[in-house]
């Protein structure tokens, strides 16, 4: 997957026209709302399945960047921001040379002791089909009335079930982004690995296991919207610190998530000399600056912890006066 060319215009037309109309872009939601049947889109369903990010002639050195939302409770509020930001995170990456060629893969979270839909993975895509997989979540806003979801199962399908060529050709690792405000479980139940996924486990995983074979391939955060129900809890911050470290990013308005994820991509891949030049390139991509504050106060902890990194000449650095086309691609 992750073929086709992000098209900024396209994205803004398609927004336009949903506010005109008064539409949501979270269509399947919508119908899963209207005809009280609850499944989880064929599209989006995790059994069997292996994701792929792989180059193209479009796309010659492909960058792998999963997001996956925690969609219970108060949580069901990200995806929709996440959506709403998605062009800026795009001009971002793309126009200010963070990432020559992102494909970005989006899904969702609930617990899966009780909730009918609690994994659901789409594709990496390049292009707008990365806005019609976010349609395609079902926010189901359940979870078991504890402080744990099933984020390990996000992190072991990405782990086992992804095949991405920016790590397998050239040793470069993807990113995954969890959000969300509870805690993962300790273990990965091979039961439900198997209901869910569809792979035979001889036992349980260790949580610390699967985050290790993860961390092989993917540069992993969370984060963790502070001002939701539980993401205050100074005992599950501290249960992800434990998992995490410094790579636990404490965001006090989950409305400035995307700006967050931009930043950290462009502080990883030695693009961004320091959090103040990334707050430029951010406020002159469209961001609202508010929301630029929070996510440099959020990733502040991790900026002073990490070693330097040189910064990288990517093919895509332009200023976002020249070398762009008017519906936003790189020309």
């Not at 079902?138 to 920016?166: N, P």
């Amino acid at each position: 997957m992750g073929h086709s060319d992000w098209s900024d215009a396209a994205y803004q037309a398609r927004q336009n026209h949903r506010k005109a109309t008064k539409t949501t872009a979270f269509t399947y939601d919508s119908d899963v709302r209207s005809s009280g049947v609850v499944k989880i889109h064929d599209q989006m369903n995790p059994h069997g399945v292996t994701r792929e990010s792989r180059d193209s002639d479009v796309h010659p050195d492909s960058l792998s960047i999963a997001v996956i939302f925690d969609v219970t409770g108060s949580m069901g509020s990200v995806p929709r921001v996440m959506q709403t930001k998605l062009g800026a995170l795009m001009r971002v990456l793309i126009q200010r040379g963070y990432v020559a060629h992102p494909q970005i893969l989006f899904g969702a979270v609930g617990d899966a002791t009780c909730d009918s839909v609690p994994l659901q993975i789409g594709q990496f895509e390049s292009g707008l089909e990365m806005d019609e997989d976010l349609g395609k979540i079902y926010i189901e806003g359940g979870g078991g009335g504890q402080v744990y979801e099933s984020y390990e199962l996000a992190m072991y399908f990405m782990a086992r079930h992804t095949a991405i060529d920016c790590y397998e050709k050239r040793g470069h690792k993807g990113y995954l982004f969890t959000i969300g405000d509870e805690k993962p479980y300790a273990n990965v139940n091979r039961s439900i690995v198997t209901e869910l996924i569809g792979d035979h486990l001889e036992r349980d995983l260790p949580l610390k296991k699967v985050i290790a074979e993860l961390q092989q391939r993917y540069e992993y955060f969370h984060i963790v919207p502070t001002n939701t129900s539980h993401g205050g809890d100074p005992a599950i911050q501290a249960h992800w610190r434990g998992l995490l470290g410094e790579r636990v990013l404490m965001l006090n308005d989950e409305a400035a998530v995307c700006e967050t994820i931009a930043l950290t991509i462009g502080l990883c891949e030695g693009t961004v000399d320091d959090l103040a030049v990334g707050a430029d390139d951010l406020v002159a991509a469209g961001c609202d600056k508010g929301a630029v504050a929070t996510a440099t106060t959020a990733l502040s902890p991790y900026a002073a912890a990490r070693p330097p990194v040189t910064r990288v000449a990517t093919a895509g650095f332009l200023p976002a006066s020249t070398g762009v086309g008017n519906d936003g691609r790189l020309s």
